[in-house]
Structures are given as structure tokens and as C-alpha cells.
């Protein structure tokens, strides 16, 4: 995030400032940030700060509810593997294109997707852990 905040003063600095404004910050900003999405995506899953709509809240029985919290990470973890085995597929087939500004090749762009995936479907599997097995330790990750 700061790498990307530093990039944007850079860029209106040198634009309003100096009148001669650095061609490749845009660019560089436009890649931190999905880089940005991604790791922010898995954070806030991690945290539970997505947001969640649970038709079953009212239901009482915990054992329902872990059945149902283990459930729902699963469709979860379904679409997360969609994700890494699409990414990883478009990094195959379009990595070795060169960004046009800084000349940086798109598997490093690209990648964002597939690590991005990863790190989703390991928190999802840390969820349905946690939810099957309240009882062990597998809860240490979360805050």
C-alpha cells in the first residue's frame, strides 16, 4: 500500500510540480493495486471483515452452524480453485507479454490471480478446519 500511495504523490508531484511527470507511475500503480486486491481479499476473509449474509444466523444448534459455516467455505474454496487454475492459465498463455510503459512482463501481474487464489483457499480451508474441529487449535491464525 505504500508503495502504491508513494507512486501516486510521485506522479502528481512530479506532473503539477515539475511539469514533466514520470510515464511509467501510473502504470506501476495500476499493477500494485491489483496486487493490493488480491492480498486485501484473503486479509479480509481471514478477519471475517467480508461482507456476510447468513440466512441461518437465528439457528441455535452450534453443530448446525458449523455444518453450515464448514459448507459455505466450501463453495468457497470451490470458486478459489477456479480462480488459481484459471490464473495460472492466463499467466501460462499471456505471462510473456511486456507491460508498455515499464517494460516488466505480465506473469508478475498476472501471477497476482493465482497467488491471490492460494492465499483465499488457504484461509478457506483454515475456516472449515476451525469449524469442524472447534476444539483443536486450529483457531490460532485469526486475530
Known amino acids: 500500500m505504500l508503495i502504491s500511495v508513494l507512486l501516486n504523490l510521485a506522479q502528481v508531484f512530479t506532473r503539477y510540480a515539475i511539469n514533466a511527470p514520470l510515464f511509467w507511475t501510473e502504470e506501476m500503480v495500476r499493477y500494485t493495486t491489483v496486487w493490493l486486491t488480491f492480498a486485501g481479499a484473503a ?11 447468513n440466512l441461518f444466523a437465528e439457528v441455535k444448534n452450534r453443530r448446525f452452524q458449523a455444518w ?29 507479454q511486456t507491460s508498455p510503459a515499464v517494460g516488466l512482463q505480465m506473469v508478475y501481474v498476472y501471477g497476482a490471480t493465482t497467488v491471490g487464489g492460494l492465499m483465499l483457499a488457504v484461509v478457506s480451508l483454515h475456516k472449515i478446519a476451525a469449524a469442524l474441529w472447534p476444539e483443536s487449535d486450529v483457531k490460532g491464525l485469526s486475530a
Open 43 to 53: 486479509a479480509a476473509s481471514l478477519y471475517g471483515d467480508h461482507m456476510d449474509m
Open 68 to 96: 453450515h459455516q464448514a459448507a459455505l467455505q466450501c463453495i468457497v474454496l470451490v470458486f478459489c480453485v477456479l480462480i488459481v487454475w484459471q490464473g495460472t492459465k492466463f499467466c501460462i498463455l499471456n505471462g510473456m
